[in-house]
């Protein structure tokens, strides 16, 4: 499929457990956002990824939360001790250059820390 | 910092009305963007509408359209002739050239609920 992509669908770990999300963005794509939507509301921003490099991850909640993208194009997000209120869907979306352009938006991964 | 508020948790039309579903957001930029986003329950956002900010003319699309009140910071969507299909959680938000990477500040959601 020509979509952006997110592996696992669904997540569920315990408290205090180590998790990795995965983005696929579409093929080309140099933007890679994360997003965190937490239960009944809007997304909120995590980090932007142009090319290989974090442009920007002032919205990373605290330093447990990682994400790395060493090609330019997969990237993953990274929880470290996870706790029960990481619980929200995590959107990953991509955009062809920088100006604006569309972000494309992947199905997400819900995270459930139990 | 830019927010955006949707001040309608829930709203509710019938098959072949119209609806206007609210946003205001709140910036000191000049330039900048506003969009509406669908999510299905299968939770993928879908980019229904944009707005650029320097453009006086209203946007549509199809059965779509925007109320853009630059002065008041109101961007409100109507949608004509609603389809059953129509139903899901529309999402206002907004996006600045001045931000590295466009990226995207949300409202809190509206939930549309369309009776046959």
């Known amino acids: 499929g020509a979509g952006v992509s997110q592996t696992p669908s669904n997540k569920v770990t315990e408290k205090g457990k180590y998790v990795e999300l995965r983005c696929d963005p579409i093929?080309?794509?140099?933007?890679l956002y994360w997003y965190r939507q937490s239960l009944g509301q809007g997304p909120e921003f995590l980090i932007y990824?142009?090319?290989?490099?974090?442009?920007?991850d002032s919205g990373l909640p605290n330093d447990r939360f990682f994400a790395v993208r060493p090609e330019g194009s997969v990237s993953t997000l990274k929880i470290q001790r996870t706790e029960r209120g990481d619980s929200a869907v995590y959107l990953c979306?991509?955009?062809?250059?920088?100006?604006?352009?569309?972000?494309?938006f992947g199905p997400g991964t819900r995270l459930t820390v139990l | 910092a830019q927010t955006v508020t949707q001040s309608q948790p829930e709203m509710s039309v019938q098959e072949a009305e119209t609806v206007t579903l609210s946003c205001t957001y709140d910036?000191?930029?000049?330039?900048?963007?506003l969009f509406w986003y669908k999510q299905p329950p299968s939770r993928q956002m879908i980019l229904v509408i944009r707005?650029?900010?320097?453009?006086?003319q209203n946007a549509t699309e199809n059965r779509f359209s925007v109320n853009f009140q630059k002065a008041a910071k109101s961007f409100s969507l109507k949608i004509s002739d609603s389809q059953l299909g129509d139903a899901a959680m529309y999402f206002c938000?907004?996006?600045?050239?001045?931000?590295?990477?466009?990226?995207?500040?949300f409202g809190g959601g509206t939930r549309l609920m369309v009776k046959p």
């Open positions: 707005q650029e900010a320097y453009k006086q």
């Open positions: 093929s080309g794509h140099t933007a």
């Open positions: 938000a907004y996006s600045s050239p001045n931000n590295a990477g466009n990226m995207l500040t």
């Open positions: 990824f142009q090319g290989t490099g974090a442009a920007d």
């Open positions: 979306a991509s955009s062809g250059n920088r100006g604006y352009n569309e972000q494309f």
């Open positions: 910036t000191s930029e000049s330039d900048y963007y």
